[in-house]
């Protein structure tokens, strides 16, 4: 299971640098066409929902490697036992936060299932919206992750 989940953390890496990079490719390219007086309007478009699923996922890839902003300054100074008081209670307020992105984004990509997306007929809003849930479901797994790992079974699956 471990090396299942050391694979699927590479290849989130690696989707996530993509879709960066092709949102920079693809920004790129409708400027130039701009330029050239032949302007490409779904470019632009299309940049937009890869920037929504490359947010959720670098994400994931951050605060699996505790690479998030963090203000240490006063829970530095506490009590080692005050300390992982402290850090479970913010893993209960994220996992909480995250259902609710879970549940709520899902009610969203449903609703938005009709809409189409920056006026183009053929691609629903849905496409766009349903990284919020499942960006939510990989931020929480690696939640759960932290919290086993702070709990002491599988240190070091929290780490990938």
Not at 80 to 105: D, E, K, P, S, Y
Request: aromatic fraction near 12%.
């Amino acid at each position: 299971m471990k090396r299942a989940y050391a694979a699927f953390c590479i290849a989130e890496g690696r989707v996530a640098a993509s879709l960066l990079v092709a949102m920079v490719v693809l920004i790129f390219f409708g400027g130039l066409a701009r330029l050239v007086g032949h302007p490409v309007n779904w470019a632009v478009d299309l940049a937009t929902c890869l920037f929504a699923w490359a947010c959720f996922m670098c994400a994931d890839v951050a605060w699996r490697r505790d690479s998030l902003m963090a203000i240490g300054l006063v829970t530095e100074r506490l009590p080692a036992g005050a300390q992982r008081a402290c850090r479970l209670f913010n893993l209960a307020l994220i996992t909480a936060f995250l259902l609710f992105v879970i549940v709520m984004g899902a009610w969203l990509a449903w609703t938005s299932r009709s809409r189409s997306f920056q006026g183009i007929p053929e691609i629903s809003y849905s496409w766009v919206t349903a990284s919020m849930p499942f960006g939510g479901l990989l931020l929480l797994t690696t939640t759960w992750l932290k919290l086993r790992a702070e709990f002491g079974a599988g240190r070091a699956a929290a780490a990938c």
